[in-house]
């Protein structure tokens, strides 16, 4: 069973950042795609981040704030979070692709306040 867990999130002031960390383990196949997600409250689950490959995509609200790399050994991905707003206030979930199979973590809080 794939087991996907995040780490990394927690109260920041606005402009400050945070890197996310997430690793999927109880697989030996690399998994196809791993991507971020996060949900505000009342809000729905929207596409942060991602990685097929090692092809980087990203939703135009990060653009130029977030990066998403990716451990080429591990089934690892990180999320560098910089000049952190207060609408990135949400909880971030990390998502690993094997075939057609998706597992998704328990998500990791980030809040953004002054």
């Not at 890197?19 to 942060?48: D, I, Y």
């Not at 090692?54 to 790399?69: E, L, M, N």
């Amino acid at each position: 069973q794939v087991r996907v867990v995040e780490s990394g999130g927690g109260l920041v002031q606005p402009g400050m950042s945070l890197r996310l960390s997430c690793e999927a383990s109880g697989t030996r196949f690399r998994l196809n795609a791993m991507s971020w997600h996060r949900q505000a409250p009342g809000k729905e689950r929207e596409l942060v981040a991602g990685m097929i490959g090692s092809r980087p995509t990203y939703a135009d609200f990060v653009k130029g704030r977030f990066t998403i790399s990716r451990d080429n050994y591990k089934n690892t991905v990180f999320l560098q979070m910089n000049n952190l707003k207060p609408e990135d206030t949400a909880v971030y979930y990390c998502r690993g692709v094997i075939g057609t199979n998706d597992f998704w973590g328990q998500g990791t809080q980030v809040t953004v306040s002054s």
